[in-house]
């Protein structure tokens, strides 16, 4: 892995561009991707488990990943 790979870094929240906690935006960045497809994806699959697992996942990834520093 060289210096610069986004995975070394910690998976947060972000605070910039957030539609709701800020989850998917900070798996974007995280991964490197764009926070769009992020979201889309996710929506997708939650559409697709009957959506109820896809909430709770997310309202505990919004509990349990840090709010990125100011």
């Known amino acids: 892995m060289s ?3 986004p995975m070394r870094q910690p998976l ?3 605070r910039q561009g957030k539609v709701i906690g800020g989850v998917c935006g900070g ?7 764009d ?5 889309l994806g996710y929506v ?3 559409v697709l488990s009957v959506g109820f697992p896809g909430v ?5 990834l919004w509990i349990l990943m ?3 520093p100011a």
Do not use: C, F, N, Q
């Open 3 to 5: 210096i610069d790979d």
């Open 12 to 14: 947060m929240r972000v």
């Open 27 to 33: 798996i974007a960045k995280w991964l490197g991707w």
């Open 35 to 39: 926070p769009t497809l992020v979201r």
């Open 44 to 46: 997708v699959l939650s």
């Open 56 to 60: 709770i996942i997310y309202i505990l």
């Open 66 to 68: 840090p709010l990125e």
